[in-house]
């Protein structure tokens, strides 16, 4: 059922007919997030840019910027809804299934050492103008190790280029890399780091996913694509590695340095200013021949990052919310407009008193929805969380602002959010909809909703040609 690696994921992409080659060059300063945001905007499939500028290796982006690849991803037909793929990712989680060890793969077939190092011998992409550099890091899978615990962590996180040697890496505070660089620098020592580039498409999934500190992405890794993931031994460093990854980063971080990083484009649709961030010291550097370099934009939805943080930040919140043992939770989507982040609609099959509200409250509080959420939004069953127009159909018909609707202050926020002012990104208020039909209400006094009847539907489909003649 999984894919063995990158390659195997593009080929089906490709069957399917959801991806493109490009054959005419194409510049990797601006140029290339032109061609692909574009087309992005169109809904366009994935594309393979096989003729870069200066290089002669080529560039995958926009592999998860519809639902139709996010569905593919998982190894679903690419019909299913964006809801449906959620929700077989929160069936499969429920299974761990940790890596297995191989001695060695295709990952390792070029190895660069010492002063043979240079990261821009791949078609690293100047993103957008305003970038403070060229972003390798993108879809790119961190990975570390606890130091107290040794649990590995595999994590997404912007990664700009500083020199050919060496790149920022930006933590966000609460992060699990954050957490664990905190605990290097207690003890004065580097924390040793790898980095994935075009590793299969479920890695990528789950290394820009909420999971709970202290439990591995491997081990999810393998729940969700239903085989374990395939790992080596580093070359230079003790961390596991994914064998079949198109290339692999290895070195360090001195938690006693740090370097100014960015501006970047962020999903917000806005820069993010620069400001100083740890240094990766990159000191050796494998990879596959050919290596097919795997990149994904942000900027104004939709993107990639849109998409694949909406299915993984939906998938966990509503993981969460079930875990807490919450019945009636028909489906979760924080929605690829807001980037997966900031607004999250939760529909649920009202079983009690009290129930909607005690998911809106829920939803801000479990790991997962209480960073950076500000609107909860829950509706009823009937309708799909991930269907802007019912949602706003539902908040037009359904909810009264004064019976439906709380305000929480001083909760977790995200540094990207645009609408804290620059200096003060401290806090978030939140805003919680309840734009279900009161659960109390008698049946005589519901809202009857208009629907036409099934009978006449039948025949009405029957006779459609004689009503509107080919
Ligand atoms: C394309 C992309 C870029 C991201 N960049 C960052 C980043 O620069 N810093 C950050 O803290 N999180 C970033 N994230 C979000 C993290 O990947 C996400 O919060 C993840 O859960 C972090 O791993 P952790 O749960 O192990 O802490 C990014 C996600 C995506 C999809
Ligand atoms: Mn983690």
Redesign the pocket.
């Known amino acids: 059922m999984a894919y063995k690696d990158l390659r195997e994921f593009i080929a089906k992409l490709e069957q399917e007919g959801e991806l493109k080659r490009v054959k005419a060059k194409v510049d990797w300063e601006q140029e290339l997030c032109a061609v692909a945001k574009l087309s992005e905007e169109q809904r366009g499939p994935a594309l393979l840019f096989e003729n870069i500028k200066d290089y002669s290796s080529p560039v995958l982006t926009s592999a998860f910027s519809t639902e139709k690849a996010l569905a593919l991803a998982l190894g679903l037909p690419k019909e299913t809804s964006l809801v449906e793929t959620t929700r077989t990712w929160v069936k499969r989680s429920q299974t761990k299934i940790p890596p297995v060890w191989v001695e060695t793969g295709p990952c390792k077939e070029n190895i660069d050492r010492g002063d043979k190092v240079n990261i821009l011998k791949f078609p690293v992409p100047q993103w957008y103008e305003g970038d403070g550099g060229r972003y390798i890091g993108?879809?790119c899978c961190i990975i570390t190790k606890d130091p107290d615990t040794g649990v590995v962590?595999?994590?997404?996180?912007?990664m700009m280029v500083h020199d050919e040697k060496s790149t920022g890496i930006?933590?966000?505070p609460g992060?699990?890399?954050e957490l664990m660089f905190k605990k290097y620098a207690a003890r004065g020592e580097r924390m040793p780091i790898a980095v994935a580039l075009g590793a299969d498409p479920v890695m990528f999934a789950c290394?820009?996913?909420?999971?709970p500190y202290g439990e591995s992405?491997y081990d999810y890794m393998g729940g969700i694509r239903g085989e374990p993931m395939q790992v080596t031994r580093g070359t230079t460093v003790d961390l596991p590695v994914p064998a079949t990854a198109e290339i692999i980063l290895e070195g360090y971080a001195d938690p006693t340095e740090s370097k100014h990083e960015g501006p970047y484009g962020e999903y917000s649709g806005h820069y993010q200013a620069a400001y100083p961030k740890p240094v990766f010291h990159v000191e050796c550097v494998t990879h596959r021949n050919n290596p097919i370099f795997w990149g994904?934009t942000?900027g104004m939805p939709i993107t990639d990052?849109h998409m694949?943080?909406s299915l993984n930040r939906s998938a966990l919140l509503w993981s969460d919310l079930e875990r807490m043992s919450i019945p009636g939770i028909v489906g979760v989507c924080c929605s690829p407009e807001t980037g997966g982040y900031f607004t999250a609609v939760v529909s649920i099959k009202q079983m009690y008193l009290g129930h909607a509200r005690q998911v809106a409250t829920a939803c801000v509080s479990v790991a997962s929805g209480n960073y950076s959420t500000k609107l909860v939004v829950i509706v009823d069953d009937d309708i799909d969380p991930s269907d802007l127009g019912r949602v706003w159909w539902a908040i037009g018909m359904r909810w009264q602002p004064d019976r439906g609707t709380d305000m929480l202050q001083r909760g977790r926020c995200s540094p990207i959010d645009p609408s804290l002012h620059m200096g003060d990104k401290n806090y978030t208020s939140r805003m919680l909809i309840d734009a279900t039909i009161p659960y109390e209400w008698e049946e005589k006094d519901r809202p009857q909703i208009i629907k036409l009847a099934a009978p006449v539907v039948k025949k009405v489909k029957e006779r459609w040609e004689e009503f509107f003649p080919k």
């Open positions: 993108t879809t962590n595999v994590g997404t996180h912007r930006w933590m966000i992060k699990h890399i290394s820009s996913a909420p999971f992405e994904c942000t990052t694949i943080q």
